[in-house]
């Protein structure tokens, strides 16, 4: 009698249902995305390309950074002394966005301000540019990768129906598993890529915007610098073309 009250309705002892359950929840987490199907393939090889984007351009950034009014104080310092060649030198020696910006300018002393601001401002585009290398693959994949889920997910319900057509509607849970698992799982993974790499596109996005700020805001600076009677910048790079 007490044996018969630990089995289940279908016969199954207690002891042995269990241990089937732990059995089949003791998966691992590559078996389990290897239920999602072949969508997987590109839900990992976007994956990996978002990864890499974000590591390649946090490193880029970091790197770029630098103390602006230290900088430019000195580089006015240099220039004030009249000593251009230096002040390329120490360019050279920090070859960071800001620095190469400021550099076109200062190869430029002498001539008419208009060709130094035209100078800076072309160099700044390019700078730009550099920043924002691969942010489109960023944006990309976090609108691309959900898609791809939502496309698991339809397969998987597909492949579900095919298989309750094919048994002619005598199936069970089991039978339709394999159908649910590609759509559930497809649909999950195709978030968590989307998800991450939208949020790390918006995260740069706006490191990015920052640090053209500083960018522009230090040539205004520079520019104003150069073009300040005190200084006379302009004018002793002048009479040193010309000797």
Not at 67 to 95: M, P, Q, T
Request: a neutral charge; one cysteine or more; hydrophobic letters at 45%.
């Amino acid at each position: 009698m007490m044996h018969f009250l630990f089995q289940n309705q279908d016969g199954i002892p207690a002891d042995t249902l269990e241990a089937l359950l732990a059995e089949e929840g003791s998966m691992t987490f590559l078996e389990i995305l290897s239920q999602g199907g072949v969508l997987m393939i590109p839900l990992f090889i976007l994956s990996i390309l978002a990864i890499f984007v974000i590591a390649e351009r946090w490193r880029f950034l970091k790197n770029s950074t630098m103390e602006v009014e230290s900088f430019l104080d000195n580089i006015e310092a240099l220039l004030k002394s009249g000593d251009r060649a230096r002040a390329l030198d120490h360019c050279d020696r920090y070859n960071k966005p800001l620095a190469r910006i400021l550099k076109s300018g200062i190869r430029r002393l002498g001539r008419p301000i208009r060709d130094i601001e035209d100078a800076i401002h072309n160099a700044g585009k390019k700078e730009i540019y550099n920043l924002e290398t691969r942010m489109n693959w960023l944006a990309t994949i976090a609108g691309v990768a959900p898609l791809v889920g939502f496309t698991g997910t339809v397969t998987g319900m597909i492949r579900a129906f095919m298989d309750i057509q094919a048994l002619q509607g005598n199936v069970n849970p089991s039978v339709l598993a394999g159908g649910i698992w590609e759509a559930l799982i497809t649909t999950a993974t195709g978030l968590i890529v989307g998800i991450i790499a939208y949020g790390f596109y918006n995260y740069l996005v706006g490191k990015i915007n920052r640090m053209i700020f500083e960018l522009e805001n230090a040539s205004a600076d520079f520019v104003d610098m150069l073009q300040s009677p005190a200084n006379g910048i302009t004018k002793k790079s002048k009479s040193e073309i010309r000797a």
